[in-house]
């Protein structure tokens, strides 16, 4: 039975027709669509279709229905336009392990599916319309915050120092991030590879990435659970700049800037360059209105042994990028560039199994302070927060520009 949690039919025919974005002069009725989920393909050994809620969102509201027996979800009295399509729940690794016949242990998974920038119109209304879903298990450590959007001074020229990256430990444990690597995709115009050259040329296998830092391994760095790991730019105090930076002398690693632009603190331990298309500049090259793209991963493999490439069809050029193979990487978030005319989806540099949606400042440009964060989802048994990993950040991203350095809001009310 649908739940409709948000409005009646005819607020949906009055008030979306003010902001909407097709043409509605042939619009004649309310449609009513009927979304089917795709099961998983690791789910050989069953299927869990009932009961899940099915999302479709538009200019910020939401309506919400369930799947019957047959993993159908129906939505009626609906306007004609571009919605935004998702669904997502867990699944105890018990569960995982009945549904796939695997013994392997985790901590359980998310099961989560979208359907971005889809026109439902009459079209629609004859057919279920499918929606794939994937697996992603249960990471301990997760890219918490991306705070790549800088500022401006009293001056107003521009302030790239206080940028920074956070990781937050989900864990009931401790977890080792020593040797943990963190790449920042690609923000070239146009892309090198869009994810139809991808699928065309590496069969969906690979990541573009212009920079991978590492954090050393030397010895071993734990975080305990609800801890995070802060890897600066500048560990220096940036909070006279404007209320809208802060002190990051407290910072677990330093990109140590090889031209000296940017002051570095000599008492902060330094977040090692292991690649980078550019010359010298060590810095986390984090651009300030996006695209702003971040994968973490692991390996012991050798990636100067990874493939290269100077973009698809291409045999030379100025920049030289490495490509990640998808099997290593723990965690991504697809951070796409505002535009005037609206979020251009297909410009995602991930694949949905990595990040089914994406994250997007307010500001075209950046310069505003502003930071993507996880929302948190509850607390754990010790009490410290767990952060929404539904593997699609336009569920799990927020954006703040008061939020602090190792700062998340309070977990959702049950």
Not at 17 to 29: G, Q, R
Not at 156 to 162: D, E, K, P, V
Not at 389 to 409: A, C, G, H, Q, W
Request: overall charge negative; glycine content about 6%.
């Amino acid at each position: 039975m649908m739940k409709n949690k948000i409005f009646t039919s005819v607020l949906l025919l009055s008030s979306w027709l003010l902001t909407a974005c097709i043409d509605y002069d042939d619009v004649t009725h309310a449609i009513g669509i009927k979304v089917q989920l795709q099961m998983p393909e690791e789910f050989t050994q069953g299927s869990d279709l009932e009961g899940h809620d099915i999302r479709l969102s538009l200019n910020g509201t939401i309506l919400t229905a369930a799947t019957d027996a047959k993993g159908i979800a129906t939505f009626s009295d609906l306007l004609p336009d571009v919605y935004d399509i998702s669904t997502t729940w867990e699944l105890t690794n018990e569960q995982y392990q009945t549904l796939t016949g695997t013994i392997e242990q985790n901590s359980g998974c998310t099961v989560s599916g979208s359907l971005n920038a889809q026109l439902l119109s009459e079209k629609e209304e004859t057919a279920p319309l499918l929606l794939p879903t994937h697996v992603a298990l249960k990471r301990d450590i997760v890219i918490g915050k991306i705070a790549s959007a800088g500022s401006k001074d009293a001056n107003n020229r521009t302030y790239m120092a206080g940028k920074y990256l956070e990781l937050y430990n989900q864990a009931d444990d401790s977890v080792d991030v020593s040797g943990l690597y963190i790449g920042l995709l690609e923000t070239t115009s146009p892309q090198p590879f869009t994810l139809e050259n991808l699928h065309e040329v590496y069969d969906d296998s690979v990541v573009v990435v212009k920079q991978v830092f590492q954090i050393s391994a030397d010895k071993p760095y734990k975080v305990g659970p609800g801890g995070t790991v802060l890897l600066v730019n500048s560990a220096t105090d940036h909070s006279d700049v404007n209320e809208l930076e802060y002190n990051l002398t407290d910072a677990d690693f330093e990109s140590k800037d090889e031209t000296g632009t940017t002051m570095n603190n000599p008492d902060t331990p330094a977040l090692l360059t292991t690649f980078t298309v550019f010359s010298k500049n060590a810095t986390m090259n984090l651009m300030q209105g996006g695209p702003c793209g971040v994968i973490i991963f692991r390996t012991n493999e050798d990636i100067d042994q990874w493939q290269h490439s100077y973009g698809y069809e291409k045999t030379t050029g100025t920049l030289f990028y490495l490509l990640v193979p998808k099997r290593v990487i723990l965690d991504g978030v697809d951070y796409i560039k505002n535009r005037s005319t609206g979020v251009d989806v297909s410009s995602k540099r991930l694949y949905k199994e990595i990040d089914a949606g994406y994250t997007v400042i307010e500001s075209i440009s950046g310069w505003t302070g502003e930071v993507v964060y996880r929302r948190t989802s509850k607390l754990a048994a010790d009490g410290h927060k767990i952060l929404m990993d539904t593997n699609n950040s336009l569920n799990d991203f927020k954006v703040s520009t008061t939020i602090k350095p190792r700062e998340y809001d309070e977990a959702n009310p049950e």
